[in-house]
């Protein structure tokens, strides 16, 4: 692959040789139309295919007794040099051609299998790694697999091969965060996107890459409808036998593929997702503004709900969910535990922050193993478990994130109970401490944190991943709060150690605890604050740079557009729009409400350190949209219960194709993203001397004048529910300083009814 020239040239409108050819050819690609036809009876099998190249001259195309006319457009981008959008018309003129699909091909050569594939939110790296067909929710099993210095394992999802065989992810565009695929290929330095709206009148289309047998060619195609030949995915399983339904074309049927082509530059493999950055919403079309409800609207109910349904008074704590299982009893970190009691104390009423600190005399000192980590989970209010006890041989497993997300936000807890006035027992900050020094002896031992570790010796059992992605800033924290330097040397180390392992290669994965080791959302997010927090505390620029390729690397799971959910499906009806939502994994192909479980606050932090919009903006649209999941008095889903969230965004049939815009049983972490977004986002951000005025939360804010001295802002709730609005206003030289830790705490509120305007004056 040769890099394509800067300048523009001359395009074909009408897809005979001409500029597009060249261009192409350039960089080693050879476009091609195709006709297939398929057996539906036997799982779409392909049992026929046509194809010509794009650049012929238009003329009838024949397959099994069907003529087609195969029509290019091409058109040059604007502000960008080196893309090229194509638009290609299958017109079928005579006869007609049953159980079918047309294709749009873009051959590759030559090509290694050194080039890193992504698909957003479906395949890092291509999904290149060994893999195991176990069921849910997997653990690593056979014995050569189980170990410290082990590579990756994922489990059975649509993936290139990494032994010689048959290599070749075929997706529908609904399982991605943007209908996209790019490559990076070092050797060429050089980099390539396909982009495109995720539909056309045929419904998703079909989105694969195809490597042959020698890896030296592959091939990019998109399909419409989507077919995938064999088999489709569905949770742990390749082998789930095809569900698509091929279409019968008649004569007189028409259909258009429309995609643009980036192909560019690329010495580093950043560059990929640097590009995507710029390129990720060029499909998406502005809806009109969504405004579901307030933030305090939002935690009135899910304070109540935490208190009445999740607190157990009987032993003081407040468990994850229901507890009809031990997983949805009590977990420390990752879906709950002394995550959601942030919140709560942050915000919560005076018998809240009561249950609150009898949470913390339940957890210390017994909630701690003999490795002096955190007990993994825990049932009944008295029985402490170290791991899966589903599967005997992981018993004592513990997910390491979980006690970097408790000693996390609990220094953020204990320092919030200083701000409010509250004692600190010493029993919970020696607890904290004993955690924090575990680390520190796992790290000195290891040189890694791992992904599980033994709670009974403090020993790596399954080693490698960014599992421990939030530790770093969880010793930045304890660093501070207790005054030790070595938290804050093993906190750079092992964020170094992540950054080349991890960061610089485009991959980060061990986040939950129920994906093996596929890519996942929860850690690459959990590194943005670790870098982030280095930053703030060293002063070291590279810490910075590195958050900000975090962060666009993070960028590729974040929903970029409304998905059509099917009219008769639960969020059909509620007119949800999927823009914000996250992907989980590329395992539980599913977008979320939120990260799962932070709010997202490093993002506002890299805003202020760099002035660069795009955090604030793919931080609103995660955090803005929030709100619309939660079911509420003044604004049902459905028949949810009220204060009831599901983690279920499903844009693709990973379920089973009735299970697009539909939940699961509802109550799990996506309420505490939520009450996270409630006190660590403000509703209102403003920098009055840069005349930037943004909302987070569901209310419209507008300059309507300004001066040497001040502006004025118009501020509305266009939302069925009242609310009291965080508002947190700084100067410039404020704002070049590190955010401190409950930096809300104590900020002005405003209030605002449903409905109500009111105007504001900010002091420049």
């Not at 290891?446 to 059992?461: A, P």
């Amino acid at each position: 692959m040769t890099l394509p020239r800067s300048s523009a040239e001359p395009v074909s409108p009408e897809g005979a040789n001409g500029g597009f050819v060249a261009r192409l050819g350039r960089a080693g690609c050879t476009a091609r139309a195709r006709l297939s036809r398929y057996d539906n009876a036997r799982f779409n099998q392909l049992t026929n295919q046509a194809t010509v190249a794009l650049e012929t001259v238009p003329g009838e195309v024949p397959l099994l007794g069907s003529f087609w006319r195969v029509t290019t457009r091409t058109q040059d981008v604007v502000g960008h040099a080196d893309a090229l959008d194509f638009s290609v018309e299958f017109v079928c003129e005579r006869g007609e051609l049953t159980q079918a699909s047309v294709s749009v091909d873009l051959e590759f050569a030559p090509w290694t299998a050194e080039n890193y594939v992504l698909l957003p939110a479906a395949a890092y790296n291509g999904n290149r790694f060994p893999a195991r067909r176990l069921r849910y929710s997997p653990k690593l099993y056979e014995v050569q697999d189980i170990g410290p210095d082990k590579p990756m394992v994922i489990s059975d999802v649509p993936r290139l091969d990494d032994s010689g065989g048959v290599s070749r992810i075929q997706e529908r565009s609904g399982s991605m965060a943007t209908p996209a695929v790019g490559f990076h290929a070092p050797g060429a330095q050089a980099g390539c996107w396909l982009t495109c709206l995720h539909a056309n009148a045929l419904g998703d289309f079909g989105l694969s890459l195809e490597e042959t047998r020698s890896r030296d060619r592959a091939t990019i195609a998109i399909t419409s409808p989507v077919v995938r030949e064999l088999y489709n995915y569905r949770i742990c399983d390749m082998r789930f036998p095809s569900i698509d339904t091929p279409h019968d074309f008649r004569a007189g049927d028409a259909v258009v593929i429309a995609f643009r082509l980036h192909l560019f530059a690329a010495p580093r493999l950043q560059d990929l997702f640097d590009r995507f950055v710029q390129i990720r919403k060029e499909h998406t079309a502005p809806g009109a503004p969504l405004h579901p409800l307030p933030y305090s609207a939002c935690f009135e109910v899910q304070e109540k709900k935490f208190n009445t349904l999740n607190f157990v008074p009987e032993h003081g704590y407040y468990s994850v969910g229901f507890r009809e299982n031990f997983l949805q009893d009590w977990q420390i970190g990752w879906t709950g535990g002394m995550i959601s009691t942030y919140p709560l104390l942050f915000a919560g009423s005076e018998d809240t922050r009561r249950n609150v600190l009898r949470n913390f005399d339940w957890l210390f000192p017994n909630g701690l193993c003999p490795a002096g980590f955190f007990w993994d989970a825990g049932r009944h209010g008295t029985e402490w478990l170290g791991g899966d006890i589903r599967k005997p041989h992981t018993g004592n497993w513990h997910l390491i994130r979980k006690s970097g997300d408790g000693v996390y936000y609990i220094i953020k807890q204990l320092r919030l109970m200083q701000g409010l006035g509250l004692p600190v027992k010493p029993v919970w900050r020696d607890g904290t401490q004993r955690v924090c020094d575990s680390f520190v002896r796992l790290w000195r031992k290891w040189g890694q944190f791992g992904q599980f570790v033994d709670s009974l010796s403090g020993d790596v059992v399954v080693g490698g991943s960014t599992s421990g992605a939030i530790v770093p800033a969880a010793l930045v924290l304890a660093a501070d709060y207790f005054g030790q330097d070595e938290y804050r040397a093993v906190a750079r180390e092992a964020a170094e150690h992540y950054y080349e392992r991890f960061t610089a290669r485009g991959l980060s994965c061990g986040g939950p605890g129920d994906a093996l080791q596929n890519n996942d959302s929860e850690s690459w997010y959990a590194l943005i604050e670790s870098y982030a927090l280095l930053h703030a505390s060293t002063g070291d620029r590279k810490w910075l740079d590195r958050a900000g390729e975090q962060a666009r690397q993070f960028a590729t799971w974040v929903v970029t557009y409304d998905y059509p959910f099917p009219p008769a499906s639960l969020f059909g009806r509620a007119g949800i729009r999927s823009t914000g939502a996250v992907y989980a994994n590329t395992q539980n192909k599913h977008a979320a409400p939120g990260i799962c479980t932070y709010s997202g606050v490093a993002l506002l932090r890299l805003f202020r350190a760099t002035g660069d919009r795009f955090y604030l903006e793919l931080l609103h649209d995660i955090a803005h949209h929030l709100p619309q999941y939660l079911p509420h008095p003044l604004k049902p889903l459905g028949g949810l219960p009220v204060g009831r969230m599901c983690e279920r965004v499903n844009l693709t049939d990973w379920e089973g194709p009735d299970r697009i815009g539909e939940v699961a049983t509802p109550t799990n972490w996506a309420e505490t993203a939520l009450m996270l977004t409630t006190v660590e986002i403000p509703g209102l951000y403003v920098q009055p001397q840069n005349s930037l005025v943004f909302a987070f939360d569901s209310i419209t804010a507008k300059v309507v004048s300004e001066s040497v001295e001040d502006i004025v802002v118009d501020l509305k709730n266009p939302t069925p529910a009242a609310g009291r609005i965080r508002i947190f206003s700084e100067r410039d030289e404020a704002a070049e300083k590190p955010l401190p830790e409950n930096y809300l705490l104590g900020c002005p509120v405003t209030e605002l009814k449903a409905g109500e305007n009111k105007r504001m004056v900010f002091r420049k």
